[in-house]
């Protein structure tokens, strides 16, 4: 069993695709370039100056003063343990929104590390209404009232300004899960007083999945401080983290060199678009998608004024089959999207129009994609798709 | 705050380093080049077949038949957090045995879960003492006795034979880190009965830090099913995390699909090379930097037969000035190397000879740029190290 052909392994060549499912998002040439580029050591001073900056240009995008702003060394879902895993200690109340998969992700996170969860169910598809949150913040005494943003398995976007005053009203930190939102609509932490974030590289950030840009604000950091027993995870011990990321650089774990060099190239085009171009972006785009897809005769799951820009879920027609869709889609024109997730699996398609796929050409080729392989299917779309997506565009001058 | 100016960031260019230090060692372009093709979907077909090539590379890197065997999507420390979160519960008795920085991290790490810890202190610098687990594992009834392999902070090495042994005998899981040691030397997880073992990317596997093999073995994987609660981390419950490495696919978290592509390229080197190759190449190194080190008037802090070829400490003579002498090397060389760690800080230097690093032209240029660096700090080097490294080579034929 330990033998092995080594000419039997190829080189790597995935080829090209237009990746428009849930993320990963294309990853533009300069942030592999930059991921390329050669590894150096985790406390060499050009790698503490890349980490420096990273922060600065975190922080940038997050629209934060806070300190502790930083990539955690794994993936979204490990940013997303990290804020409870810190926050959160045995038999502190949590209130946590629900409307998909990533809500019951946080609820799951908060039993295991022993939190007393109140859950607020929403309904899949729809935004967070404030007015359950409220009223199961009123029923306990609450240290974090957490939700998603962006809710990746439905496309359905929460507001965030009334829960965090319903949060802060109660005393408690305020937990934002932006993985889908950040790099592609407006997160602006301070203004939001939101208490700590988790976002995800692979989204509208555009570049590969692996780190999970996280802050923290003050707050949090006193709660942080203030923790009675040591936060069960060793590796996302933001008390230690911060130490290597901050002025002490006291080396906790190898950072992973070659994705910081990619997640700060990524936040510097970023910065280079400017956030308001790239958020009006990601707007125009997604509204020309969906003027396409309405025009086919096909439905969107989310309610117009609900909708995420970034994450689309077209509800898949009667007698259409959702794999031999997504498969043709993959094997003929090299496009992917996702499937639906939970009890959605099966009942939409979600578009992605995030970051660097959140182009003009994108859209019109997923159009006429879309098109012809339903017809294969035997769903005979309405004409015009790409002329009302040419519609919106022209609208937008 | 949130203001910036995209200009003032310039392109990565961390210039070329010698790596020598306890990692991440020199990665090969190969698979800098692996690491830069195109992102896919963690689902795309093709990801999914790189991802079963990585297992059989792993496989046969780790020398086991373990079905459970892939690498986690964070650092190396997150696979030691991976193999304890899984196999320890509140209360489990475990034993550790602490011989430097590693083990320590473990108690750390048992002690947070709630694990009852058993911990055998051994001299720093030397090997752990079989008699000394025996007498532990007797005076209480482990569930799993830990102990690491390739003591990174030292450079000493445990043999594993005898207290695999110690460990079965009492009914024991046998839980393994070998970090360093992986790609460097003999692992045979089968042969040794070893229940659960982690590594890292960067140190003898020549990859980018970002992923952490683990493998776990049949008995690991029935003692994770009879778990009576749930593993405290989510991101880390390997009883999910194999759903989706395994036939099912369910999605977990967002694989890490870059560094997936460089890890199985650096797995694929190494293969070619054949591992019984690159353990001699890796023994041969290390005897001729020793020669070299003891030729110029150094000491080693390891007895011979207790060391590690791939991290070789060296005895900071008296008078001279740690931070300096890595500083000269850094600057005026591009040579890193590593300082010490806990009760050693300023005492040694760590040298790596790992993976790709691990070359007879490295060993020379590290010590005439030694003894070049120690003669400007007024230590006057023993003259022959050159010769005495030739010396090596020459017997070796």
Known sequence: MTRIDPTSFRDINPGERLLMGPGPSDVPARVLQALAAPCIGHLDPYFLATMNETQQLLRHLFQTGNALTMPVSATGSAGMEACFVNLVECGDEVVVAVNGVFGTRMCDIVTRIGGKLIRVDGEWGRAIDPAAVEKAVKSCTPKVVAVVHAETSTGACTPLEEISRIAHAAGALFLVDCVTSLGGMDVPIDALAVDAAYSGTQKCISCPPGLSPVTFSPEAIKALERRKHPVVSWYLDLGMVRDYWGNERKY??????????????????????????????????????????????????????????????????????????RKALLTDFAIEIGGGLGQFAGKVWRVGLMGHSCRRKNVFLFLAALETVLKAEGFKARPGAIEAATAVYAAAG
């Open 252 to 325: 906790h774990h190898t950072a992973p060199v070659n994705m910081v060099y990619a997640i700060r190239e990524a936040l510097r085009i970023i910065a280079e678009e400017g956030l308001e171009t790239r958020f009006a972006r990601h707007r125009l785009n997604h509204r020309a998608l969906v003027a396409g897809i309405e025009a086919m005769g096909l439905a969107m799951l989310v309610p117009e004024k609900e909708r995420l820009p970034m994450l689309n879920a077209v509800r898949i027609p009667e007698g259409v089959n959702d794999a031999r869709v």
